[in-house]
């Protein structure tokens, strides 16, 4: 089973005691501020959680797989995340 945003409202909701309006209001803030950072090129630490990090991706040449044809591939950034050594432990801890 997949945890989603309303799953986590959930959580929030009940882990905190407090209204589902409340702990929406809580995890979308939380969001925002990560994508708000990351737009300005910000990384975004929970020690012992991870990173939320932008990447960046040079402008290259590919190949259309149908055709062989050649195009062009546009630079971009993209946002990557990296877990932190305490959410490594815990994620192996579990498959002990």
Do not use: H
């Not at 990351?38 to 959680?49: N, P, Q, Y």
Request: glycine fraction near 6%; charge should be positive.
């Amino acid at each position: 089973m997949a945890m989603g945003k309303f799953e986590l409202i959930d959580y929030v909701a009940d882990a905190v005691k407090i209204t589902k309006v409340d702990a929406q209001k809580v995890v979308e803030s939380v969001l925002k501020a990560i994508k708000e950072s990351l737009t300005k090129e910000e990384e975004v630490r929970f020690i012992g959680f991870g990173t939320f990090a932008i990447q960046k991706s040079t402008a290259r040449e590919g190949r259309n797989p149908r055709t062989g044809e050649k195009i062009k591939i546009a630079a971009s950034n993209r946002p990557v995340f990296r877990a932190g050594k305490e959410l490594k432990d815990s994620v192996n801890k579990s498959q002990k």
